[in-house]
């Protein structure tokens, strides 16, 4: 038996949840210290695929949509492939270790798949998935990946993958607790836009359980109880209550008490996103990550297929604002159909707007799409943005690009720090700004947002990170553009109001957190937004920023984080 214990972590979506546990586990690799291939081999490889194809079938029975049940039907008939198992016969003909023979066979048969292109490419992530299924079971290890659990369960994980969190079913995942990861993590976004309580850089959470143990997290704190007690589960739903408390009444368009109106608005990365977050009451969609469309895909989408998709979310929001950022590839979101190879800095590369200048005719396509789209649903406000943008060139080059496709309104986001302090140059080509706080800070910060361990450094309360929204502020006001933030920082409601103060007209974040801006902002008045903006900016430290911005919020705000 466990005993109970309090861990804190970054609590990076709010809500609170208590059940049994699931453990998702990496994928382990080739064993570099295994044997030979001996006789009998085959026949043990043969085995384990038929297990892989068993236990798969077992979860496509248990598959919570259509699409999943396909998926997982099709990988378990792929793993019994007779051209896979040959593949691997031939190899451990020639002596190979069985872990290895899998691997290298596997890699052969995955690069006949993505030569056949089309639907044939995109299989190869399946088979990834067989080959280190196989290579677990062969080495006596559990299967990596999220498990199959009986009851809805928290799941924790040293780090889950963005294709792995965006196929979670928030009906069965009561919470996410993860060791790495950060609060600007694609991890973290995806659950926070699942609704799933989460946490992550729960230090030591994988040592501190077993199988058996129950969990409790309050994903809005960052708070992770292993083994709670019955008085721990009882605080945590007092917690709930009080913020169910300070909720209420939270309706309508997004303003500061004195009726300064700021656009409330929801971040999606999927056609079905939308259509869910079409459902709140929010006031359109601020930032729409069209690369979480094609993650695990192999080949690139045609026009007619993107059509159809930016068809759906515009019809979705109906009248209300779309806002669409053109493909961000690279970097912490690699895409295999735009790899421009490897590169030392992913994060300093060749990345969005930079990848999309190399490979115009992805974003040709794209635009072309949107056009369309917007054609089918010309009641739309559809705003285009691109990301990662540094200089004057680019935005002229994007602006012009996206009007030649007819498109009514163009903008740019703000993520560069060479964009933040030049916002007045930007802004007098581009029609808006979308500030995006976690690239942002990362580059202002020189801190991986992917590097879990340098979380502090990327806090937007850091103040370098305020003077560059600041500045972004006062290049929309000298050109009369609006700006807007769409990084996670507009979901926290304490700095939402510290981003009004700064000049900032739309806050886009998880359709969740849209409930405790909007009542944050109605509990406080302009002036005090600019007293909260001034007092964070001119503050030493982040820590003292926030500090000191939350001595002036009423008190009900607390209830709110
Ligand atoms: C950002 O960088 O803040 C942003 C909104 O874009 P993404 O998180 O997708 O990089
Ligand atoms: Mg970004």
Not at 381 to 396: C, D, F, R, S
Request: glycine share 10%; charged share 25%.
């Amino acid at each position: 038996m466990t005993n109970r214990t309090v861990l804190y972590g970054i609590g990076v979506s709010a809500g609170t949840a208590s059940g049994p546990l699931a453990v998702v586990r990496p994928a382990v690799g080739v064993d570099d210290n295994e044997p030979a291939a001996i006789e009998g081999d085959s026949e043990r490889v043969k085995a384990t695929l038929q297990e892989v194809a068993e236990s798969l079938k077992q979860r496509a029975e248990h598959a919570n949509s259509a699409t999943s049940k396909q998926v997982l039907e099709a990988t378990a008939t792929l793993a019994t492939d007779r051209g896979l198992i040959r593949g691997i016969e031939k190899e451990l003909k020639k002596g190979t270790g069985v872990t290895h023979a899998i691997h290298d066979a596997v890699e052969v048969y995955a690069g006949k798949l993505r030569k056949l292109g089309g639907y044939m490419a995109e299989r190869v992530t399946d088979l990834y998935d067989i080959r280190d299924r196989a290579t677990a079971r062969v080495r006596g290890l559990p299967e990596p990946g999220v498990p199959d659990f009986a009851e809805p369960s928290i799941l924790v994980a040293h780090d889950l993958a963005p294709a792995e969190t965006a196929t979670l079913d928030p009906e069965r995942v009561l919470g996410i607790v993860t060791e790495g990861g950060g609060a600007t993590s694609h991890t973290a976004i995806l659950a926070a836009q699942l609704g799933i309580p989460a946490a992550v850089q729960v230090k030591d959470i994988l040592g501190a359980i077993d199988d058996a143990t129950p969990l409790a997290i309050d994903g809005g704190v960052g708070e992770v109880i292993v083994a709670p007690s019955d008085s721990d589960v009882n605080e945590l739903e007092e917690r709930s209550r009080r913020r169910a408390e300070a909720l209420a009444g939270s309706s309508g368009e997004g303003a500061t008490r004195d009726g300064y109106k700021v656009k409330l608005l929801a971040n999606i990365g999927t056609a079905e996103d939308a259509e869910k977050a079409s459902k709140f009451d929010l006031e359109g969609s601020g930032l729409f990550r069209t690369e979480f469309l094609f993650l695990d895909r192999d080949s690139a989408p045609t026009v007619d297929e993107q059509t159809e998709t930016y068809t759906r979310v515009l019809r979705a929001f109906g009248k209300r604002r779309v806002v669409v950022r053109t493909l961000d590839a690279g970097a912490d979101k690699p895409l295999s159909f735009a790899n421009l190879g490897e590169e030392e800095n992913p994060a300093l590369g060749r990345r969005g707007l930079r990848l999309s200048m190399v490979r115009e005719d992805l974003l040709n396509d794209q635009l072309q799409a949107l056009a369309n789209a917007h054609a089918n649903v010309p009641e739309a406000e559809l705003w285009v943005m691109a990301p990662m943008v540094a200089t004057v060139e680019e935005t002229q080059w994007f602006c012009d690009k996206a009007r030649g496709y007819g498109l009514p309104k163009v903008g740019i986001m703000v993520e560069t720090p060479a964009a933040a302090i030049r916002a007045g140059h930007v802004l007098s080509i581009a029609d808006f700004a979308s500030i995006g706080t976690n690239d942002l800070s990362q580059y202002t910060m020189a801190a991986d947002r992917m590097q879990g361990e340098l979380a502090e450094l990327l806090s937007p309360w850091q103040p370098p990170v305020l003077n560059m929204i600041k500045a972004t502020g006062m290049g929309g006001y000298a050109t009369g553009k609006t700006v807007g933030v769409c990084g996670e920082a507009g979901g926290d409601p304490l700095m939402a109001l510290v981003l009004v103060g700064l000049g900032i007209t739309s806050l886009s974040m998880a359709p969740t957190k849209v409930n405790a801006v909007r009542a944050a902002l109605r509990l406080h008045d302009m002036d005090t937004c600019r007293q909260m903006a001034n007092y964070a900016v001119d503050a030493p430290t982040a820590k003292e920023a926030r500090e000191n911005v939350l001595k002036i919020a009423d008190p009900v705000l607390r209830d709110l984080l």
